[in-house]
């Protein structure tokens, strides 16, 4: 099933209106659409100073029942094609890469929910972010997205070697901020491109202190236990950064190729490490 999925996706462009409304219904479940205030999720990025980028990562959803969040070690064989393998914090009956994931060529992506105000039928954003986990770079990510027709909105933060790039989706549109040279970014759940802001509209309220304070506590060069503890503020409750719906939390680091995660708040949880790729690894910086 996920092995066809991921190399389904990765021909989409050339599927039909049919078969992309078909994809739409499977991804949405047959359900109508979701309200905004839905999600709250908090995505960062740091490079280190010891080369590389550490990545975090807060699931925050409304969901029937939190043990639906789970975390997939998966080796996939596509046909006629090479084995990937990736690590990804994912739902019951949802693709991996719809939340937080890094693959073993140290490509990692983070989902954001985002509006989207240019609606219209394409390939929908669990199966554009699952095929994303079969790419080996950040220009091959941009390159898909560019030429693949979309149904949705969402943001990708992704990340590569010492590579920073946000990458803010809808239907029809894409903005781009390369974050490299500032060694940090942050994303919730409302768009920071002025054009698709405006286009969007009023912002989700509880985004954008989350937001303000992420930008307040990060910054180059964070270790994972200063990554862990902003994962973890508690400031501007019930709009913070973590709270009681938090579902669990992810980090990365794209060059020492470890994930870690946890489930629920991250202050109170254990962190389980894996290791998806030696730390030895060489990974070409931009």
Sequence with gaps: MDAAAGDGAARAGGCGPGVLRRLAYLSAGGLPP???????CTSLASRTAGGGVLLGHNEDALVPNPQELFVLDAAVTPPGAGEHRFLALCYVQALPGCSAAMNHHGLALLMDWLPDPDARIGLPFDYLSRALLELP???????????????GGGNCLLAHGDRIVNVELTS?????????D????AHTNHFLDPRLA????????DSLPRLARARELGGRDLTPAALKALLSDRRNAPDS???ERTLGAFLAHTTQGFVEVCWGEPASATWTRHTLFLPTREIPSP
């Design 182 to 185: 500032l060694g940090f970014h």
């Design 34 to 40: 979701e309200r905004p205030d839905r999600h709250g």
């Design 241 to 243: 950064i973590c709270r």
């Design 198 to 205: 405006t286009l969007a509209g009023e912002p989700q309220a």
């Design 172 to 180: 029809t549109r894409m903005a781009v901020v390369e974050a490299s």
């Design 137 to 151: 770079s950040i220009e091959a990510a941009l390159d898909f997205l560019e030429r693949t027709p979309r149904g």
